[in-house]
């Protein structure tokens, strides 16, 4: 609902007034849900300073107003928010926020870039192609150049846009070699387990062939005791 009542008034702003009117209503909607979400946790909570202190973004979404530039950090929120109420495995839960979040931003960027840089006298973003494209750019931190916000607005949204980009790169890289570190130790791990096993039954084996030793050596004693015993007799009838 907040996607398309925001992109709405953006992509077609000579769209019907109903319309217009519309897409209003859905972001307040919205809007209440975040609300009343979190009046409600905030009543049941047992310590209530306590839950203010530990859940910012939830507070963050209520209090940011529905002012055009800054409804884009309400997504924001709303991805943390979401990413944050999941179950899920740690890296299948890292690899949601990361496209959650990349296509959120390229979304809602193009979007926010397009309505303040469309009717800026020197812009040279005018349609959603190529805010589209500058969002690319921006967030890939490649920065071909021809196409640049020239508003102050503009300008500060491509500042929010790198540093979500060179921060989720970051996420990305960090994400793939704790993948890799954990497949290491996993098979450094079963690789210990099998040394141990080995070492255990090599053990087990000397100490079989020891014991297979012994019982060896005390069966020939017994045996030779016992051809001793019998042939004594014959021995001495003999020499008589």
């Known amino acids: 609902m907040f996607?398309?009542?925001y992109a709405v008034p953006v992509v077609m702003p000579?769209?019907?007034?109903q319309v217009l009117w519309l897409c209003r209503i859905?972001?307040?909607i919205v809007w209440g849900a975040f609300a009343v979400d979190y009046a409600v946790r905030l009543t049941l909570a047992e310590h209530?300073?306590?839950?203010?202190?530990t859940h910012p973004l939830a507070l963050l979404a209520v209090l940011l107003p529905m002012v055009q530039p800054l409804r884009l950090l309400r997504l924001v929120a709303t991805l943390l928010l979401v990413g944050q109420r999941a179950r899920l495995a740690p890296q299948?839960?890292?690899?949601?926020?990361?496209?959650?979040?990349?296509?959120g931003l390229l979304m809602f960027g193009s979007l926010a870039?397009?309505?303040v840089e469309r009717d800026a006298p020197h812009g040279n973003i005018r349609t959603l192609a190529d805010a589209v494209w500058w969002s690319f750019t921006t967030m890939t931190t490649v920065g071909y150049g021809d196409h640049a916000p020239t508003t102050g607005?503009?300008?500060?949204?491509?500042?929010?846009l790198m540093l979500a980009g060179i921060a989720l790169l970051g996420v990305v890289t960090a994400n793939i070699a704790a993948w890799f570190i954990a497949n290491f130790e996993r098979d450094d791990a079963e690789e210990q387990l099998r040394i141990a096993a080995i070492a255990r039954l090599t053990d087990e084996v000397r100490?079989?062939?020891?014991?297979?030793?012994?019982?060896?050596?005390t069966a020939l004693h017994k045996d030779t005791a016992m051809d001793d015993q019998t042939g004594t007799p014959e021995n001495s009838q003999q020499d008589s």
């Open 113 to 115: 870039v397009l309505e």
């Open 26 to 28: 859905c972001e307040w």
């Open 92 to 103: 299948i839960r890292i690899t949601t926020y990361v496209a959650g979040t990349v296509i």
């Open 3 to 5: 996607a398309a009542a």
């Open 14 to 17: 000579r769209a019907d007034p």
């Open 48 to 53: 209530r300073w306590k839950f203010v202190r």
């Open 153 to 160: 607005l503009g300008r500060v949204l491509a500042v929010g």
């Open 207 to 217: 100490e079989l062939r020891a014991e297979v030793a012994r019982l060896t050596t």
